[in-house]
T-cell receptor, first 113, second 113 residues
């Protein structure tokens, strides 16, 4: 089966660091995505990992361990505008031609002053 | 470029009515996708297309139909609307086989009563 797990909600303080975890069990693996979605808006792309390790992009970093079926998104120097849902998505088996994604339920992050 | 556009933004349907959700992209992307997002949940793939004239089912295709007569347009048809189809519908597109990021439209919020 296909299963992607993320915490439902997290709260953090402005200026702090927060780590959002994602574990997956899918039929095959062709890469993992993180998307940000503000309330009432469309998802926007944050990061893509296909090999093990850390990918850094400004205040955001994403880590992947394929052997553990595990990823995390690290947000540094949190700002109020980072309050949003963060969606973990996996490209599973048969997706190399189609680009089909399997999404987790998303983690709603609330940043407090 | 306008990117991915969707119409309408909001719609209320009565049970048993039909409608078409429009999706257009002006980026000459080959791949297009329809997702639905229920409250507090991630995105579920309804249908996708890898090019004009080619469509296939995703995870939750029942109650929906699609067509792809041009590269630009990928309409989603709801026949005999049911309350279970109350959701936010997102259309997305992706340029080519070796690029992975999907670009999302602003969404259509549909209520069936």
């Amino acid at each position: 089966g296909q299963n992607i797990d993320q915490p439902t909600e997290m709260t953090a303080t402005e200026g702090a660091i927060v780590q959002i975890n994602c574990t997956y069990q899918t039929s095959g693996f062709n890469g993992l995505f993180w998307y940000q979605q503000h309330a009432g808006e469309a998802p926007t792309f944050l990061s893509y990992n296909v090999l093990d390790g850390l990918e850094e992009k400004g205040r955001f970093s994403s880590f992947l361990s394929r052997s553990k079926g595990y990823s995390y998104l690290l947000l540094k120097e949190l700002q109020m505008k980072d309050s949003a849902s963060y969606l973990c998505a996996v490209r599973g088996i048969g997706s190399s031609n189609t680009g089909k994604l399997i999404f987790g339920q998303g983690t709603t992050l609330q940043v407090k002053p | 470029n306008a990117g991915v556009t969707q119409t309408p933004k909001f719609r209320i349907l009565k049970i048993g009515q039909s409608m078409t959700l429009q999706c257009t992209q002006d980026m000459n992307h080959n791949y297009m996708y329809w997702y639905r997002q229920d409250p507090g949940m991630g995105l579920k793939l309804i249908y996708y297309s890898v090019g004009a004239g080619i469509t296939d089912k995703g995870e939750v295709p029942n109650g929906y139909n699609v067509s792809r007569s041009t590269t630009e347009d990928f309409p989603l048809r709801l026949e005999l609307a049911a309350p279970s189809q109350t959701s936010v519908y997102f259309c997305a597109s992706r340029p080519a086989r070796d690029t992975y990021e999907q670009y999302f439209g602003p969404g259509t919020r549909l209520t069936v009563t």
